[in-house]
């Protein structure tokens, strides 16, 4: 995180009325040049460009429908997948495929429908979730928006758990859940989270593995979203299964994987992995409620994808077409907001957000100017519980989708927006 | 359906116990040829034949992912289908496409999916249908086991409805819904219902939708899986949304529909379609669960689909496919069962299924046999709430898969089972 950062120049919070004032008006002649522009841009979600997209065509390719063992993908059945689309998972997760179950284009369903198979039934024998009036969810914020939809549908209180440079901060993790049995599970996305890029480290998974629990069905929801998209070289992460192994605790995670940001949002291939206890348990509802997912898609996606090595190759290149908007991103911040403390920001080194804290109290008044002058943002406080930022001011930046020029507008505007809101702000305007 | 059809020979009930035994030993002769040939031959599902999916290759031909709109197909997003998928389901089976949300590949999913919604959530303000402990579903049977197995799966009990020529016994329907709000909902295969081909009546739709019901959310499951399936000529179905809305029940109707008959069992597209009251509580779930389903197959499928027009000339085709199974199943029926009076079954006029009744307490046994000699077919009871059949009888017979010279044998074997089992039931044997 980057604060002040010039030790000569004044921060901003310091300022003269005086000085903040005529900053006021030269920000609001910039802020409608850009209302002129009528721009219409969209930075609202993790969605990629067109370009990171035309770069899996070869996936719309016609193909032969038959898989490895002969199967005809085209017709009902193999309700756990193809075994080498399990395969393929297992070598890139580097896990057992055994523990694989393919779902379909959606990780987000696979976890929506997780949580309605704990809500209903339960699992290992413990009560139905839905049997708790009281059940709660581990929400580690800034984080994001649609696990903690998925969290409040279900009726899950959610507790806000503050973020670390290593992970959700685990004193107070494990604080809560020792307590509680009515605190049921964790959302984790462990490897360049969403929003703040942030890689836990080997000792906060080991810590999720060998916590204490007070509710014997404590679930990690184990969203590894951006597991391959390294864009600065590759992070490690350590293995969620082994630690809960070791800690003793062997059926606590449910591991979420897709092809979603690798082949197609719309059209990927996703994935659940759980202990070979747990994944029985799943496939044994899974049974009812489908015959099976997409197993030409399963085909499709592979004859690009082929192996670990090959989707490296690949990732490296999506990667080249990732970083030059990331590194918009940055640069802009840092000419724009850096010098007088406007704004504090991390850089990732991979996945597909920057995660910006205004001075408290200007986060939606920032984002209404930009969406005044045409580019819209996720919503302010979208990365909390409930949408309420207790502190206005966490801001998720989604770089993907745009053209790199379009960027270089968007993000022009965004910091005269947020340096407005700011000095409205000091001036006592909001 | 036809019973004992000649009025020359004597009806097997009324042969001799010489004569019955005699027979006996010729078919325990003939059974035990067919053991001899090792076959391995599966009858058990509605799979369609490697014939029937290859007319469809054209569906992974590549093609440009921009749908009508200019919507990047493979892309995040419009949770409720592309337009023209939605325009295209709404034609064919001629209703209003606003009424439509498309899904993933499997109907049977949406099925699941709408009794998750309705137990944890409800619908239209009243209370979820998992607090009411003594629910209860309307199966009208011989009926298709994955519904039992969904209904069964969330804690209904289920109460078996006769069919008649008509569809289900709307007598006993009316009588059961007025009186107890605990039935929430009944499940209808339409058209060629699974597995007795049976076409419901103009009357039956008209029934079904203004009948009193005592529970204010009752739903009907219209799963209208062959409504494009004619074999021999087209057989009209009332519009079960005219019908509740005349009825004054216009929330009552889920339609489930879907291309897995019709272009590929794995990767078709699925829909439900609802009053538009409905659709909106659906689609405020949906938004929760999943971005949008797989917008790249739906364009792939309908490259190939078109209009209904096309669809009609492609079912056509199917048709002629299909049908010689058709007639080898039921000449073979006809010859080997008819004369003697083993068994009565139904002469479709579409869908996927015979549906075949042996003399009470024969079904299990003859299946037995079967898969003793190589041929696998559905499980006796499968087509019964809890796969009890109470006389041990209906068997589903599922000529679609197999090839029509494996299916030959196959139904000569049968034959033999049928009469074998039969036989020796009289003789006391079983």
Redesign the interface.
């Known amino acids: 995180m980057e604060g002040c950062k010039s030790k000569m120049s004044k921060c901003i919070k310091d300022w003269s009325r005086e000085d903040l004032l005529a900053l006021k008006n030269k920000l609001e002649l910039e802020y409608n040049e850009f209302v002129g522009k009528n721009l219409a841009l969209n930075m609202a979600?993790g969605?990629?460009s067109?370009g990171l997209?035309d770069h899996?065509?070869p996936v719309?390719?016609?193909?032969s429908?038959f898989a490895a063992d002969g199967t005809?993908?085209?017709?009902?059945?193999v309700l756990e997948g193809l075994p080498e689309m399990r395969s393929f998972f297992g070598e890139v997760l580097g896990m057992d495929p055994e523990r694989i179950i393919i779902g379909?284009?959606?990780s987000?369903?696979l976890m929506?429908?997780s949580f309605?198979r704990l809500?209903?039934f339960g699992t290992g024998g413990h009560p139905a979730w839905?049997s708790f009036p009281k059940r709660k969810f581990l929400c580690p914020s800034p984080g994001y928006d649609?696990h903690f939809?998925?969290t409040q549908?279900?009726g899950f209180e959610m507790i806000t758990v503050p973020m670390t440079v290593d992970g959700p901060d685990m004193d107070v993790v494990e604080k809560l859940v020792a307590e509680d049995e009515n605190i049921k599970g964790i959302w984790c996305v462990p490897l360049y989270s969403n929003p703040q890029g942030i890689c836990y480290s080997d000792e906060t998974v080991e810590r999720l593995g060998k916590m204490k629990t007070a509710a014997p069905d404590f679930k990690i929801f184990w969203d590894n979203a951006y597991g391959v998209h390294h864009l600065y070289g590759e992070t490690k992460l350590a293995d969620i299964f082994e630690a809960c192994e070791k800690g003793g605790n062997p059926d606590r995670a449910y591991y979420f994987f897709s092809t979603s940001k690798i082949t197609?949002?719309?059209?990927g291939v996703a994935m659940i992995a759980a202990s070979l206890t747990e994944r029985k348990e799943i496939l044994k509802?899974m049974t009812?409620?489908?015959?099976?997912?997409?197993?030409?898609?399963q085909l499709r996606t592979l004859r690009v994808l082929k192996d670990a090595a090959t989707l490296k190759q690949h990732m490296a290149e999506l990667a080249d077409i990732l970083r030059p908007k990331f590194d918009i991103v940055l640069e802009t911040l840092d000419t724009e907001l850096a010098e007088a403390g406007f704004a504090r920001w991390n850089s990732p080194k991979g996945g597909y957000f920057v995660s910006l804290d205004t001075m408290d109290g200007c986060a939606k008044a920032a984002l209404a100017l930009a969406s005044a002058a045409g580019v819209t943002m996720t919503g302010a406080g979208a990365t909390f519980p409930y949408k309420k930022d207790p502190a206005d001011s966490n801001i998720r930046i989604a770089p993907t989708y745009p053209t790199d020029d379009e960027l270089r507008v968007a993000m022009k505007l965004f910091c005269v927006c947020v340096k407005l809101a700011t000095v409205r702000k000091l001036c006592g305007e909001i």
């Open positions: 979600r969605k990629p067109g997209l899996n065509t719309l390719d016609k193909f429908p005809d993908a085209r017709n009902y059945g379909g284009n959606s987000l369903n929506y429908d309605v809500m209903l839905g649609r939809a998925i549908e279900f197609f949002p719309g059209a509802r009812i409620q489908t015959i099976g997912s997409d197993k030409l898609n």
